[in-house]
């Protein structure tokens, strides 16, 4: 796990908000800067760099709790109890002090340019994560520990249930697992005391956030101790386990489960329903939160990596759902359609010609868009991963619960090829003219490119390689799906609608969550703009405005980093004309890791100068 999920776990289970870099754009000019020689002294000043990097990244795993159980450890339950701490906030604080410290007694002139990428995206990640444990915004964010978007509550049960990174395959395990079990009680009772400190301060959720928390919360308990999620461990105990020795692992996990685990539910639940409820706010968005504007501005740093104005956010999203619904009013007319806009988007919900009839419709439309894609890839790619990946329907049990698609990463050796997934569940919501994007964005040249060829460098450090930085991996998804133009995927209308269709959802979330959280918007006025602007359900515009409000700016990464990239290679293309070079653009995008917004348009922009 590299440096950025670790610390993103950290901080969520200290109750924060995770880190990134937060940087203004790179200037438009940038001298160039061609390979210097690697000598002994660059080679020196590099190993040093990676050296630090390394350890800095096991001394965060050392303060994430939380991460250590996701790494399958469980061999310290004491830690768990650390969530939510000011203890474990202050040590923190005080490791990325120590990393910032100790990163600049290095030469950043003495580098090779490919460790300056890494010097310069690792100082703004701290430094960006550092600001993040500052206490006007602890006051702001440990106050307010989790919500029904991504809370412990939920996510602490799948974590350590079987499927999960916790073993299961003898006695040992399953008293170790046991002991962490045991521990979650205390973290539960800590997020209590977070939340009346919000109380106390003015600093609270939402009504609509609390009142979801609550129905969660009503899902877990309302099965007995014996069918309860924790008791998921027992149902398959592993034979090598004498019966008798099952009895008592049986009696000793639902003892915890009965007396400590579900109490602890029951106190939350009471809790969030009798004190905090009355007291949550009742707008929904961050604008009506003490100290909400301020922070939704820290958070779109945080999530685009730029600095950028909620205002030109708003307007750049009701550009683009303008500029999509043009192209949009176009591709209607190939399918014989004279009516409106808002006709067709019903209209498509029940044409036959948009559903699949049977799962093997949809898995032969996939089949057949990777083979086209395989065709095209060595004309747009100079590198190809190493890791092979298969196309295979979501399992039975997991449709009911996923999005239409989605990338599960293989192992950095290439042995485990990646997946990438798609749902045959309730045929008749599935759409035939999302295969080919959904296929460039969650496959290849996606997800699957991204994460393996950076997976496979071993020259770059944990945190390029395994980075989640959400404005550069979806950026590139985004971009992925751009593709499919020149690609000759999209003179199909089918697919081309699908592809804008999936565009207007990217542009879409740039106006309701900035509507949401800068423009005092309503969850009833954000839904009417998703219904009115698309081809959504309602019940697909509910979930997606109760994300937004649940985790503000995030979805704002996906459309500004594909944009983004979207513009370098636009920028790249006119300066160098006939020198242009498609392939060696996608090095540069691709070859160094996950990167902050800002590092990365240097390097490319270093590039272009480098190139003339």
């Keep these: ?22 940087q203004p754009m790179a200037p438009a000019a940038v001298q160039a800067m061609p390979p210097a020689p690697l000598t002994s002294a660059r080679q020196d000043q590099d190993a040093r760099l990676l050296a630090l990097l390394n350890d800095f990244a096991r001394a965060q795993e050392a303060l994430d709790p939380l991460g250590a159980v996701a790494r399958g450890d469980n061999s310290n339950p004491q830690q768990i109890q650390r969530l939510f701490s000011d203890e474990l906030i202050a040590a923190q604080r005080n490791e990325l002090r120590r990393q910032l410290a100790l990163l600049a007694r290095l030469d950043r002139a003495r580098l090779s340019p490919e460790r300056q990428l890494s010097y310069d995206a690792f ?45 299961y395959r003898d006695e040992r395990d399953y008293r170790r697992n046991l002991a962490l079990l045991r521990a ?47 008791a998921a461990p027992l149902v398959e105990m592993p034979a090598s386990i004498p019966p008798a020795r099952q009895a ?50 820290r958070l779109i740093e945080r999530h685009t990596t730029l600095d950028l104005e909620p205002d030109a956010i708003h307007a750049l999203g009701l550009s683009e759902v303008a500029r999509i619904q043009t192209e949009m009013d176009r591709v209607k007319l190939q399918f014989g359609f004279q009516g409106p806009l ?3 988007f019903d209209h498509i919900r029940t044409d036959p010609r948009f559903h ?27 590198q190809l991963p190493r890791a092979q990946m298969t196309i295979a329907p979501y399992p039975a049990y997991r449709g009911k619960f996923e999005a239409g698609g989605s990338y599960s990463l293989g192992s950095p050796d290439g042995r485990r090829p990646g997946v990438f997934y798609f749902n045959t569940y309730d045929l008749e919501s599935r759409f035939l003219s999302g295969i080919a994007t959904l296929y460039l964005h969650e496959g290849i040249p996606g997800h699957h490119f991204q994460t393996s060829l950076a997976q496979q460098d071993l020259n770059l450090p944990d945190f390029q390689r395994f980075g989640d930085n959400a404005a550069y991996v979806e950026g590139w998804a985004l971009y992925a799906e751009t593709l499919g133009y020149e690609m000759g995927l999209y ?14 959802l990217r542009a879409m979330r740039l106006v309701v969550d900035t509507g949401i959280h800068a423009k005092g918007w309503s969850r009833s006025q954000a839904v009417a703009y998703m219904l009115g602007n698309s081809g959504m359900g309602r019940s697909d515009a509910e979930a997606e405005v109760d994300r937004y409000i649940a ?28 020198r242009f070079d498609l392939k060696a653009f996608h090095d540069q995008i691709l070859g160094s890791g996950v990167l902050p917004l800002p590092v990365l348009e240097t390097k490319v922009r270093r590039w272009v100068a480098s190139s003339h």
């Design 1 to 22: 796990m590299g440096l950025t999920r670790a610390f993103l776990l950290a901080c969520l289970a200290a109750g924060l908000m995770a880190p990134a870099a937060a």
């Design 248 to 297: 008592l692992i049986r009696a000793d996990w639902q003892a915890v489960i009965s007396a400590e685990v579900l109490p602890a539910y029951r106190r939350l639940r009471r809790f969030l329903a009798e004190e905090y409820l009355p007291a949550a706010r009742t707008e929904p968005g961050l604008a009506a939160m003490k100290g909400g504007p301020g922070l939704y501005r």
């Design 551 to 578: 985790n503000p700016a995030q979805a704002l990464s996906y459309k500004i980093g594909g944009l983004t990239i979207q513009r370098l290679r636009r920028e790249a293309e006119a300066a160098l004309g006939p």
């Design 491 to 504: 003179t199909d209308p089918l697919q081309h609608w699908g592809t804008l269709d999936d565009e207007m």
């Design 184 to 230: 979650f009680p205390v973290v539960l009772d800590r997020a209590i005391g977070r939340f009346r400190q919000g109380m106390a301060s003015g600093v609270v959720e939402s009504r609509l956030t609390t009142v979801n928390m609550i129905a969660q919360l009503d899902d877990v308990l309302a099965s007995p101790a014996q069918d309860s999620i924790f």
């Design 356 to 382: 699949p009839k049977t799962a093997d419709e949809l898995s032969l439309g996939y089949t057949r868009v990777a083979r086209l894609v395989d065709a095209e890839l060595p004309r747009l790619f100079a």
């Design 342 to 344: 808002a006709a067709f």
């Design 123 to 167: 100082q703004q990640q701290a430094g960006a994560a550092l600001g993040w444990l500052a206490p006007d915004i602890v006051a702001l964010t440990a106050v307010r520990p989790f919500n029904h978007f991504g809370g412990l509550h939920e996510d602490f049960p799948a974590l350590i249930g079987p499927g999960g990174a916790l073993p």
